[in-house]
């Protein structure tokens, strides 16, 4: 049984950075696509970003693109999403999501995930 187990979130002001670390167990990441999802209050999740089993392949919605970088260390089952220069808009509970996959396939869509974790909240002060 896989489990997600996100971390990292908390409250940052505009401007600022905050990392978000995602730990898998119960499997060995490598056999997965990642994804970083946020919903905000009212309304639907959304895809931030997603990586490929190796990494070599990325994935950023429009709005965080030169912002935030997702990456993963294979080695400790683990992925991460850094977030710079944050905006208040950028507040949102932030779920980590896994997706069977070994191909160079990234995946932006809620439903294609086979695991979600329970989510870290980022709040953003202006």
């Known amino acids: 049984q896989v489990q997600l187990v996100e971390s990292g979130g908390g409250l940052a002001q505009a401007g600022g950075s905050l990392r978000l670390s995602c730990a898998l167990s119960?499997?060995?990441?490598?056999?997965?696509?990642m994804g970083w999802f946020r919903q905000a209050p009212g309304e639907e999740r959304e895809v931030v970003a997603a990586?490929?089993?190796?990494?070599?392949?990325?994935y950023y919605t429009a709005s965080v693109k030169g912002r935030f970088a997702i990456s993963r260390d294979n080695a400790k089952n683990a992925v991460y999403l850094q977030m710079n220069s944050l905006k208040p808009e950028d507040a949102a509970v932030y779920y980590c999501?896994?997706?069977?996959?070994?191909?160079?396939?990234?995946?932006?869509?809620?439903?294609?995930?086979?695991?979600w974790g329970q989510g870290t909240q980022v709040t953003v002060s202006s």
């Open positions: 999501a896994a997706k069977r996959s070994q191909n160079a396939s990234v995946f932006s869509r809620a439903w294609e995930y086979d695991y």
């Open positions: 119960g499997r060995i990441i490598t056999n997965y696509a």
């Open positions: 990586i490929n089993w190796s990494g070599g392949y990325l």
